[in-house]
């Protein structure tokens, strides 16, 4: 592709849609953007909203393979305008680095994605198959009502989608360097231990949960649960709050509540998570429950078709060989899995996402659109 034209093009709309302060789930036209560009390129765009959130899926081509971009126009709060170098919705060019709330994660990758397609849609108008945008504003936030709710719907009504790249930035030190072709499993406990409350000089008439809880909390931490494989590492469990007491000195607390997160490899699954930690719990206290929140299932795409195309189009666009990895959070990916999609994640550096002067650097996105419209042409374009 002209790297030069399309770079400046992506430039541009990066720094367009950064200006769009677009905290979740407010998508604060971004959408418009976006769909008024890939209309103009022939794509059918149709809005879908779900609750106060805004998505689009948009089709371009016919065929039987789909090859999909997603993202999320939706940014984190940016925090105090006073901390920013400069504000934060004020694209800020400074030193070859563009700052921004939403610079990395994940603007400059929309607008990478966006311009690539267009170039692609101009140079290959009768290409194979179907280029598709599947985009959220309700990615940072509950994320209800975003991607999980298009895909409920493009399965309701039979879309297949073969092939998936998340522009969540992925890179590490430099542009392609990881990418992400899967993640780990999360899921959320809420354990409440009951005692009896009384006061602390008279403990034979009360019943410490604090007490009783050590030795099962202790048990759940060091719970060897799997061993990984070779994609995933072992699978953990975090405490991230624990809570008891009334306040005062003198009163042994009635319950205790303790927060934790499994992040967990496909050697195991959600449904024997939560049974091994309640029999763990049942071996030591006697009256407990747990509230159980599943964030998502783990999901992996193993070399193939969409990997080799990735992977082949950043090493002829940086000269290097990006390394597979399943490490990090969750991502939308979990929710696009279910369709029985190959998904990799590449993205720009992601050093600075979610902090205050988050940025990218400005040579990073020409390169991003080229490895973008180097997918598109290794899987679609006509041979």
């Known amino acids: 592709m002209p790297t030069t034209e399309y770079g400046a093009a992506a430039v541009a709309l990066t720094r367009q849609l950064i200006q769009c302060s677009s905290v979740t789930p407010d998508d604060a036209g971004c959408q418009e953007i976006m769909m008024q ?52 919705f004020t694209p800020t060019d400074r030193d070859g680095v563009l700052y921004g709330r939403g610079a990395a994660d994940m603007k400059a990758s929309l607008a990478a994605m966006t311009v690539a397609a267009e170039a692609f849609a101009k140079q290959y108008s009768d290409h194979s198959g179907r280029v598709g945008f599947l985009i959220t504003a309700d990615e940072e ?29 992925s890179s590490s030190k430099s542009l392609g360097d990881v990418i992400k072709n899967g993640r780990r499993g999360s899921i959320n406990g809420v ?13 034979q008439f009360a019943d410490n949960p604090i007490h009783s809880a050590f030795l099962a909390l202790d048990a759940l931490a060091k719970e060897p ?8 590492e072992p699978t953990r469990l975090q405490f991230g709050n624990i809570q008891a007491g009334t306040g005062a000195t003198n009163v042994i607390p009635g319950s205790l509540s303790a927060q934790f997160n499994v992040r967990f490899s496909t050697e195991t699954d959600a449904t024997t998570i939560r049974s091994r930690c309640e029999q763990i719990l049942s071996a030591h206290v006697a009256d407990f429950d747990i509230e159980w929140r599943l964030s998502g299932e783990p ?85």
């Open 299 to 383: 999901f992996l795409t193993k070399p193939g078709a969409l990997v080799d195309a990735v992977t082949a189009s950043i090493e002829a666009i940086t000269g290097t060989s990006p390394t597979l990895s399943t490490g990090g959070g969750t991502s939308d990916g979990r929710f696009i899995a279910k369709t029985g999609t190959q998904i990799v994640e590449l993205g720009p550096i992601n050093a600075s996402i979610h902090q205050i002067d988050e940025h990218i650097l400005l040579s990073d996105i020409p390169r991003l659109t080229a490895i973008y419209y180097g997918i598109m042409t290794r899987l679609l374009a006509p041979q």
């Open 37 to 88: 560009r890939l209309t103009a390129a022939g794509f059918t765009c149709e809005p879908m909203r779900f609750g106060d959130v805004d998505n689009f899926w948009a089709t371009r081509g016919e065929g039987e393979s789909t090859l999909v971009f997603a993202g999320h126009t939706d940014v984190v709060p940016p925090g105090p305008d006073s901390a920013w170098s400069t504000p934060p």
């Open 225 to 232: 649960w799997d061993e990984g494989n070779a994609f995933f």
């Open 141 to 169: 936030g509950p994320a209800t009502d975003g991607t999980v709710k298009v895909v409920e719907a493009l399965i309701a009504r039979g879309e297949r989608l073969d092939w998936c790249v998340v522009g969540e930035p």
């Open 191 to 203: 354990i409440t231990i009951r005692g009896k409350q009384g006061h602390i000089a008279y403990p």
